[in-house]
């Protein structure tokens, strides 16, 4: 009997993964705590309520009673920890709070299973991380598992500070744990402060696309479906105290990706081609810009047969037809605090 915290899962990565778990494991229970930031939305997991395997909890993964109450409750026997602050930019411009949930929370996820779990060879501690904890690549190479650490920015400093955390708790106490390092996601549900949703919501408004620096940045890019399944794979059949790194294998120069994206929006939308273009702006660049991410996911695939299946004109079509069919979604999520954000980082 597996009863599953899923952290973050009312968030963009994770309320895949909530779905997916729910669906492909009626034996399995799945508990959410999330404490719905303004990154966590109930609207991203209605077709959830229902379900009689799956409970939300509204907690903060930095309250000591609450989430070792949770533990209890509902007898928890794994963690898949996704819950963080996640966007770079924020993390710029206040980084205290990156620091509180990413490295304290995860330690207080850590502390609360350690004191639940007696035999840990029965428990998973699962810590679902980020390719930029590895730093910035030039023109070629790959990130592989092995590669040092060299994280640049206050997000990918507390993830890699979060991630040592969880190896900490490996060779210290003997839990299980695995880590998962994945490259830059994208799909449906993803708040539209990240980049392709941010540039599909400004072309639907015919706004101004801002493009830091001179978008010769690189981003490998994948489908969060595709990742889901990596989850899924590691969680099962990944090994005790291992990394898997995961990547789409779809590296693609910002500029590059934001063409796509606007011929894609315009055909969807019946507009001319070359409309959305027309309104690209490069702004100013990113304090500390990563150059370049790539993954070696070679690992992953010799040991547990994993590979990405969406290519990105296949996942970016399938992604804009999602925004452009959910318009509610998008307008209810941007208005109030995202329109201070916005206002505030953009100008
Ligand atoms: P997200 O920002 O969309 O969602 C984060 C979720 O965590 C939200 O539901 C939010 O309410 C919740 N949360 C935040 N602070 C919390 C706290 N203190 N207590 C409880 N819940 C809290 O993030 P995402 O893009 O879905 O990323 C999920 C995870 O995957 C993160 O750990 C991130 O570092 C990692 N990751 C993301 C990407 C990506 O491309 N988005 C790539 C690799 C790894
Ligand atoms: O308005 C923008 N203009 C722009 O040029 C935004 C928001 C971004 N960018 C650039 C910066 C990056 O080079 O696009 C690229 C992607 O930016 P983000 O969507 O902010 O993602 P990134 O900073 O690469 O980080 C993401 O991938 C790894 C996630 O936000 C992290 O949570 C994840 O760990």
């Known amino acids: ?16 993964v909530v779905r997916h778990f729910v669906h492909k494991y009626p034996d399995y229970k799945i508990v959410n705590l999330d404490a719905l ?6 609207e991203n997991l209605t077709d959830l309520e229902s379900a009689n395997n799956y409970t939300l909890v509204k907690v903060d993964i930095n309250d000591e009673a609450a989430v070792n109450a949770v533990f209890d409750k509902y007898d928890i026997t794994d963690v898949i920890h996704l819950a963080a602050e996640s966007h770079v930019d924020r993390s710029i411009t206040d980084p205290l709070i990156f620091l509180r949930t990413n490295i304290l929370g995860t330690a207080n996820l850590l502390n609360a299973a350690k004191g639940k779990w007696s035999d840990f060879d029965k428990h998973i501690f699962y810590h679902v991380s980020t390719d930029e904890v590895y730093g910035s690549l ?3 190479g790959l990130f592989e598992e092995t590669t040092p650490y060299d994280p640049r920015s206050p997000y990918s400093a507390s993830k890699a500070s979060s991630d040592h955390l969880v190896r900490a708790y490996h060779h210290t106490y003997g839990m299980q744990i695995k880590i998962t390092n994945c490259s830059n996601n994208y799909g449906p549900y ?3 402060e990240k980049l392709i949703p941010l540039i599909i919501n400004n072309i639907v408004l015919e706004k101004k696309l801002p493009v830091y620096g001179d978008g010769s940045n690189v981003r490998d890019w994948l489908y969060v479906q595709d990742h ?3 989850i899924d794979l590691v969680f099962h059949k990944g090994t005790n105290g291992e990394t898997y790194n995961i990547g789409g294998n779809n590296e693609k120069q910002n500029l590059e990706l934001v063409h796509l994206l606007c011929d894609t929006v315009d055909a969807q939308l019946g507009r001319p081609t070359g409309d959305a ?9 990113r304090p500390g810009h990563d150059k370049r991410y790539a993954i070696d996911a070679s690992k992953i695939k010799a040991e547990l047969g994993w590979e990405p299946l969406t290519d990105v004109a296949t996942g970016l079509g399938k992604t804009v037809e999602w925004y452009l069919a959910n318009g509610e979604w998008l ?6 605090d995202y329109k201070k954000y916005y206002e505030v980082h953009y100008g």
């Open 331 to 336: 307008n209810r999520v941007t208005s109030g």
């Open 228 to 230: 889901v399944e990596a």
């Open 138 to 140: 030039g023109d070629t």
């Open 1 to 16: 009997m597996k009863n599953i915290l899923i952290t973050g899962g009312a968030g963009f990565i994770g309320s895949h």
């Open 190 to 192: 993803q708040f539209p």
């Open 277 to 285: 273009k027309s309104r690209i702006e490069f702004v100013t660049d």
């Open 37 to 42: 930031t303004y990154a966590g939305n109930l």
